[in-house]
């Protein structure tokens, strides 16, 4: 978001549409306030900056450590922990406006998206939040007065609508409105929550009076369509926490939660039947426009949803994209695919059959760009990632295509019927909406089985319920959970040092607490004290040794299996330990040290990306060993060896500087006011929180880290690969390990040498002239191939035969497996019409192979059909396309049967 004070300034340089400001009503064009948008946006903080609220800027449309969630859909998501009572800030008042996506589980917006008037799947929320500060009284007042002076809305036309037993609201109300307009709702209107667990509590709407135009309903209890009626604000009074068991708590203090959807606000402003007239959709429609050659409007029922579609979805997908998400095939990278092939899909219904979207994204960027500058940051990247799902997805659509043709062929022969399976795989494989797949079905003659068509989606949509309400679960009380009630939480000293004394305060021997352990025994040891750091964040657990005197206990791991526990995993190496026992235990401090050093390197590693190939670099996961780390970003293409370099080279440039690595603490609500301080989502914060500050590099982190940079001796990059669309990973050495690394390669480059008779200097020079000679000598070897399989094609051609009315060569050949389909197609040149078959044996192996010329092929005489007939006769199985198919068998003495085979399926088929 822009800067506090720049909503005090007036909308900058207005994009002109053919020199005006316009926005479409149903029949023509009218002149509006430039910029509407943004000056709500900015009048709504400010008018909640004057009421002492702070400004919070809008979070990224990720969820920050929040399972229930794929992306934020709506403006107290932000703010779950301080409604919990989990964490604080240094405010008690806010107000944001933020970016929202709904497009899965409860709000489920995106079938709908461009066939309604009010349907998006991206939305800004405007919203003002009280954190155990104000109650209902204040919030109602507040939201009265924004309605009427703010938004400037005629108060006779206001309703309002509360919770069925919330009689305090009902009161509250009466103060600003007339008590007839005033209606009471059940919890399925007036009772909300956030998702099937979180905060929740009654609410009240407030409804605008659209008039006799949108129906005759004379409340909105009997407007059951919400068209004329049309909610703008919902106020929150958020008492309770719902939890998965569906009982609810009352929340640790009253709070207040409201959200107004900034696209409807603006569309009842304007007084248009839709929010796809409003400023910043339209002057996106009007882009879609110049780029596809049609003209919008809104009357339009086959043309104007794909405007809506494509004004939408860019939205959502510029936003998300410049947030970190990237489109993929699990998660919320799943759904922003989804919704950039449905932009592509309608997108097709304008003639826009080459990638379009990054051309929309200027429109975009000029609309909304100011107050949230990341879109004019990632622009370029956002073109870049949109235009490469877009080809893919080309692709994918023309491979569809083939695919369709082949269910329709099989469809023929069977019931004249489409199968619910091949229906579904069309549509959630190959994007073909239902619609289009029944639409080609009728112009075949052929129908759908839907009932099983909607009995895969129904399970498709149960298995994704079942998952989303799996990644909701909270924990469960396990085996430690007796054993916290009566012992403090173990207290890690291992940031101040490698060793100290403690008291044995638990052992665990194959699941289950005993009093002592005894030599050559493996167990699990709980400390009340320790400097044993455990497995977290991607950093490994502590290795050394627990002991009293003779006796000692050898720790191989260090993990923690519960919340306040610190476990050491080993074995009893000599003599015995008891429960109380005053121990000594000790961290292999060598193994340590170099973990420190990776874990450092790491953290130059995150900032040398961002450096290198831009803010957009997310943390996606990490590993910091003792003899390696490695690092996964998210990025949408693989690191040129440039790049690479430039990376090595700035993590060297800041090791060999020797920076001290400074480590403190900050309370949580500080930290985030700190762009310069690195967090990341999905991780638990408290209410303070460590900082590991490089001076150029200040990043959250619970780990250990070197006291140096220059402790980190040196670092190398070992390899780059990716894991998953849109995340690489890197992998790098430190220190002697990286020293080991390119030792290993100057031996590689000496062998070579040694090998090629060449100095390094000239090895280049001297492989590239060995490519040249062995790419001379193959060609020659082709040719001499080419040679001999002309001398081979005469044979063939010699014993050429009739099937039928059909030519057909039918040999065994003395020629390699993998130069059969060349044969095949010097025979068929010579043939012109006519079946190859060719068989070639091996040791206990043969290949069958069939061609089939073009025009026989139009003639339904196809290659993998015949070799399919044929291969079970060589114990085999194979496939192909329709002119050309190969099968590999165990019976090499089949392969004349399996001639006769095909000859007689020819002779048949004529």
């Not at 009284?137 to 919330?166: L, N």
């Not at 990644?471 to 100290?500: I, L």
């Not at 206990?844 to 196809?862: E, F, G, T, Y």
Request: proline share 4%; with cysteine; aromatic share 8%.
């Amino acid at each position: 978001m822009v800067d506090v004070d720049s909503f005090h300034h007036p909308p900058p340089n207005p994009l002109p549409v053919s020199g005006k400001w316009l926005t479409i009503s149903p029949n023509k064009l009218q002149a509006v306030t430039p910029m509407l948008s943004q000056k709500l946006r900015r009048s709504f903080l400010n008018y909640f900056k004057s009421k002492g609220h702070t400004i919070v800027p809008s979070s990224p449309v990720i969820p920050h450590d929040d399972p229930t969630l794929l992306f934020i859909n709506a403006g107290m998501n932000q703010f779950k922990d301080l409604f919990l009572g989990k964490s604080r800030r240094d405010y008690t008042r806010a107000t944001t406006t933020q970016k929202c996506i709904r497009v899965g589980g409860k709000h489920n917006d995106l079938e709908n998206v461009g066939h309604t008037t009010r349907h998006l799947t991206f939305f800004e929320m405007l919203g003002n939040f009280s954190f155990g500060d104000y109650f209902k009284k204040e919030a109602i007042a507040y939201a009265w007065e924004v309605s009427t002076q703010v938004f400037g809305f005629d108060a006779s036309k206001i309703w309002v609508s509360v919770y069925k037993d919330d009689d305090e609201a009902f009161s509250l109300w009466e103060q600003h409105i007339t008590p007839n307009r005033i209606v009471r709702f059940g919890e399925k209107e007036n009772f909300w929550s956030m998702g099937e667990t979180g905060p929740c509590g009654p609410c009240s709407e407030l409804l605008y009076d659209r008039g006799l135009k949108y129906g005759h309903a004379a409340s909105p209890k009997e407007d059951l369509s919400g068209e004329r009626y049309l909610e703008f604000w919902n106020l929150v009074f958020m008492q309770f926490e719902r939890s998965a068991d569906g009982r609810m708590a009352p929340l640790p203090t009253k709070s207040i939660d409201t959200g107004s959807g900034l696209e409807r606000v603006a569309s009842l402003k304007l007084g248009v039947d839709t929010v796809f007239q409003t400023d910043v959709l339209r002057g996106l429609i009007a882009q879609v426009e110049t780029v596809s050659g049609q003209k919008y409007n809104l009357e339009d029922g086959k043309l104007s949803p794909a405007f809506h579609v494509i004004a939408d979805h860019i939205r959502s997908l510029s936003f998300a994209i410049a947030d970190g998400v990237q489109p993929s095939n699990t998660d919320r990278g799943y759904v922003l695919r989804k919704i950039l092939r449905r932009a592509v899909r309608y997108g097709r219904l304008l003639g826009l059959q080459r990638p379009f979207l990054a051309d929309i994204l200027p429109r975009l960027t000029q609309s909304m760009g100011e107050d949230f500058p990341e879109l004019r940051t990632a622009q370029d990247r956002i073109a870049e990632i949109v235009t490469l799902e877009e080809e893919s997805f080309i692709r994918t659509l023309l491979r569809g295509g083939n695919i369709l043709n082949s269910v329709i062929e099989v469809s023929r022969k069977t019931a004249q019927k489409i199968s619910g399976d091949d229906a579904f795989k069309l549509k959630d494989t190959y994007g073909f909406p239902l619609e289009e797949v029944l639409l080609i079905a009728k112009d075949e003659n052929l129908s759908v089985d839907l009932q099983r068509y909607e009995k895969l989606e129904e399970e498709a949509k149960e298995k994704s319920r079942k998952a989303h309400k799996t990644a909701a679960q909270q924990f469960e009380a396990n085996f430690f959970s007796d054993f916290v009630k009566t012992h403090r939480n173990a207290q890690f000293q291992g940031y101040e040092k490698t060793s100290c004394d403690a008291h044995l305060v638990g052992i665990v021997i194959d699941g289950q607490f005993v009093d002592g352990i005894e030599a050559e025994q493996t167990g699990l040891l709980l400390l009340d004290s320790t400097p044993f750091y455990a497995e977290m964040g991607g950093q490994v657990g502590d290795t050394g040794r627990i002991g009293q005197g003779e006796n000692f206990f050898q720790v191989y791991d260090t993990v923690c299996p519960y919340p306040g526990v610190i476990a050491h995993l080993g074995k009893m190496t000599r003599g015995r330990l008891r429960k109380n026992d005053a121990v000594h235990a000790s961290v292999d401090a060598k193994r340590r040290q170099e973990i420190q050093n990776n874990h450092t390197a790491t953290h130059l590693l995150h900032w040398a990306l961002h450096k290198v190939l831009g803010g957009h670099i997310k943390q996606a996961g990490s590993l910091v060993e003792a003899n390696r780390l490695r690092f996964d970003f998210s990025h949408h293409k693989p690191l040129s060896l440039q790049e690479l370099r430039q990376i090595s080279t700035l993590v060297n440039e800041k090791i060999r500087e020797d920076l001290p690595v400074e480590i403190y603490e900050l309370p949580y609500a500080e930290a985030q006011k700190r762009s310069d301080i690195k967090q990341f989502f999905g991780e638990k914060y408290g209410d303070r929180v460590r900082v590991v500050d490089v001076e150029f590099s200040k990043e959250l982190c619970g780990g250990t880290h070197t006291g140096r940079t220059g402790t980190i001796g040196y670092f190398k990059i070992a390899k780059e690969s990716s894991i998953a669309a849109g995340v690489r990973r890197i992998e790098a050495l430190c220190g002697k390990a990286a020293e080991e690394m390119v030792q290993e390669e100057e031996d590689l480059l000496a062998e070579l040498s040694e090998k090629m008779k060449a100095p390094g200097a000239l090895l280049l020079e001297k492989l590239t002239s060995l490519l040249d000679e062995n790419k001379a000598l193959a060609a020659e070897l082709k040719g001499h191939r080419r040679g001999r399989m002309k001398q081979l094609a005469a044979q063939c051609l010699a014993h050429k035969e009739q099937a039928g009315a059909i030519p057909l060569i039918a040999q065994e050949v003395d020629v390699p497996a993998e130069d059969l389909p060349l044969f095949a197609e010097e025979l068929l040149l010579h043939l012109k019409s006519g079946v190859v078959v060719l068989g070639a044996k091996g040791q206990d192996r043969c290949q069958l192979l069939v061609a089939v010329s073009a025009d026989l092929v139009q003639k339904q005489i196809h290659a993998n059909t015949l070799i399919k007939e044929a291969a079970p006769l060589i114990q085999g199985g194979g496939g192909g396309k329709q002119n050309l198919a190969q099968a590999g068998g165990k019976d090499p003495s089949g392969l004349l049967k399996a001639f006769d085979k095909i000859r007689h399926s020819l002779k048949d088929t004529v």
